[in-house]
């Protein structure tokens, strides 16, 4: 049975288990090998997808076909939170609400919306992405967390896979919120949890809605029986908005930054970080080392 477990995230309806594990294997092994490390079987390896449970058959729901009209009040809840993330991280290549005249003071209208949209596109962090994407990603996170028929689907596909062998468990955007989920549900004897470009500390939108939910004390609760969480960021990612989870979840989380480059939250540049090779070796091999 598998010793890791590593969860994809958004946008990945059009793959699939076998993909995925092609893409992220040699790249999670390229980062053990900068851990000093080495992994030869990649059956202990595995990478359930979920992908399917955000992809309607027939339909155009998913994908670029998107457009501003769809996008509903969570979405644009979301929308406006990446707008200002991106003013944040690239105040010169995107404007802001204050560029348009009246933008704070409109609903959250289309109007607005497509403002949100145009600003976006001028991030690099966006270069790759459609309008119709990123629409689609965001409503792929909004039905994770709301429709509890998807919930379900989506939680149990990774907590089947997680089995009394499997020692790490690593998460990739909505991945992390998924796996830490699905190991607070199902501990076995997992040693570490890997978070890579997580948006696991954004509240309102993901931290206040966890399940299990966090305490009075506004305290996440701890995953299971994980001895270690190393939580894995890119300064430059605005998926992970809270780049430290420490706050949210006990000083316990071990928060590393580490750079991807031009693509921040590309889940196999997380994979290759030494950073990320470590935190999974000291789950594989923490009894003989």
Partial sequence: MAKIVAVHGIGQQFKGDEIIHREWWPAFVSGLHLAGRDLADEREFVCPFYGHCFRRAGTLSTGDHFQVEDVHEEESAWLDLLWDAAVESEPKAVPSKADYAGARTL??????????????????????????????????????????????????????????????????????????????????????????????????????????????????????????????????DLVALEKSLAPFFGSRVKDILVYNGSDAHHGERYLTARETGEAASQGLWERSS
Wanted: include cysteine; proline fraction near 5%.
């Fill in 107 to 236: 609903a959250r209208t289309p109007q607005l919306m497509q403002r949100a949209l145009n600003a976006l596109s001028r991030s690099k962090f966006w270069t790759h992405v459609s309008e119709g994407m990123l629409i689609g990603d965001l409503k792929q996170v909004v039905s994770y967390l709301n429709n509890a028929d998807v919930h379900e689907k989506v939680l149990q596909i990774v907590v089947d896979r997680i089995t009394p062998d499997t020692k790490v468990v690593i998460g990739h955007s909505l991945g992390s919120v998924v796996a830490y989920e699905a190991l607070c549900r199902k501990p076995a004897n997992v040693v570490s949890f890997i978070s890579i470009g997580s948006p696991l500390g954004i509240r309102n939108l993901i931290f206040d809605r966890l399940l299990p939910r966090p305490d009075a004390n506004g305290t996440g609760a701890w995953p299971g029986q994980v001895k270690y969480w190393t939580n894995i960021a890119d300064k430059g």
